[in-house]
């Protein structure tokens, strides 16, 4: 026979063990100054002593913190932000944190401040934005955040000194990327970016654009596409660089979707991958080492990289005596070369 579970406990429960009033419960759980040190120690002492499995308002009576962290995140449909997430989740659970997460839409507007509110009014005591740094968004919502914002950590956005920012070197990466092409042989190198209103699409094109300059390589105009990071834009999209470039002998994508996308074009239509153009994508996707040919990539520590950021906000949090001195991380980047771009020299 199932056993039936407790139920939850209520305010009204805790009123009634405690022979108060519901309001004086709820002054107690807001932490409200207006009520006896007597009863206070009454009604805490109730709800942590009862029977009853404690919940987070039980915990944050005893310990006068929710240990929650705020999460902003954008583009959760993008496989890359998906690791950057398991990694805030993943040290969160470990610290004994919950999280409360929103997601910023690409379509909203720039100021964050209802979201920060938001949040606030849910007692976060710490705030990770993860969300793309859109057309220098990040530089508005820092400039404009509200007064009552806890501790924030800015993550995959340009350092600022006045902000602790955790960001990868997507401009390294892609010169890694070209510099390996150019190893191998290529002379005749095109670009798909991923959308320029990204930060790390402009920064990975950038790469692209002074390792290029660096070597004496021409630039043309019909070298480079702007993608949406998705494998559908490299499949629509390859076709036209070959069209317009024909001389196109490697190809640096801006992510590995993309970079699966045109191979998987190149399949289907007789372009050899890496004889006629050899190829380097970006993310090191797991799916990417299994494609024929495997894809040579760019590795970027995006879940450690979420996992630091939550390590770092805590430290903040619980250590919230010590003077706080803003730090700006950068991780860098690893090239893995794989067959799409294994050409004998």
């Known amino acids: 026979m199932q056993q039936r579970s407790k139920p939850k406990i209520t305010i009204r429960d805790i009123a009634k063990g405690c022979d108060v009033s519901v309001q004086t419960v709820s002054r107690v759980i807001n932490n409200r100054p207006d009520v006896s040190p007597a009863t ?21 009576l005893v310990s006068r913190r929710s240990q929650t962290l705020g999460v ?28 409360m997460i929103t997601e910023f839409l690409e379509t909203e ?21 993860a969300a793309p740094d859109l057309n220098d968004n990040v530089a508005f919502f820092q ?35 070209v510099e390996h092409l150019i190893e191998v042989g290529c002379r005749h190198i ?26 004496g390589l021409k630039l043309h ?22 069209q317009r470039y024909p001389n196109l002998d490697g190809l640096f994508v801006s992510n590995d979707e993309m970079a699966m996308g045109v191979i998987r074009y190149a399949h289907s239509n007789g372009v050899r991958i890496p004889e006629d153009v050899a190829i380097a994508g970006f993310d ?10 495997s894809l040579t990539t760019v590795s970027h520590p995006l879940r450690e990289m979420g996992k630091l950021a939550t390590n770092t906000i805590i430290s903040i949090i619980e250590n919230e005596d ?11 980047t690893n090239l893995i070369v794989r067959e799409s771009s294994s050409r004998p020299r």
């Not at 009604?43 to 039980?58: D, H, L, Q």
């Not at 990204?198 to 290029?212: C, F, M, S, V």
């Not at 105009?221 to 070959?242: H, M, N």
């Open 284 to 293: 090191n996707q797991k799916e990417g080492a299994f494609l024929t040919p």
């Open 322 to 332: 010590e003077l706080y001195q803003p730090i700006q991380i950068t991780l860098e």
């Open 109 to 129: 507007s720039s100021d964050i401040s209802p979201l920060i509110l938001t949040m606030v009014e849910n007692q976060v005591e710490g705030i990770i934005y």
């Open 221 to 242: 105009d019909a070298s480079c596409f702007e993608g949406d990071w998705t494998g559908e834009s490299g499949i629509e999209l390859f076709p036209r660089l070959l």
């Open 72 to 99: 902003i995140i954008g583009g959760l449909r993008y496989i890359s932000v998906g690791y950057t997430l398991n990694g805030i989740n993943e040290a969160c659970k470990k610290a004994g944190y919950s999280l």
């Open 143 to 177: 400039a404009h955040l509200p007064v009552a914002c806890p501790p924030i950590i800015f993550i995959k956005s340009q350092p600022n000194e006045k902000f602790t920012t955790i960001s990868i070197d997507n401009y390294g990466g892609g010169c890694k990327a």
């Open 190 to 215: 095109g670009h798909i970016s991923g959308p320029l209103s990204w930060l790390e699409a402009r920064e990975r094109k950038q790469g692209w654009k002074d390792t290029l300059r660096k070597h």
């Open 40 to 60: 206070r120690q009454k009604i805490e002492s109730f709800i942590s002593k009862s029977g009853y499995r404690p919940n987070a308002v039980a915990r944050s």
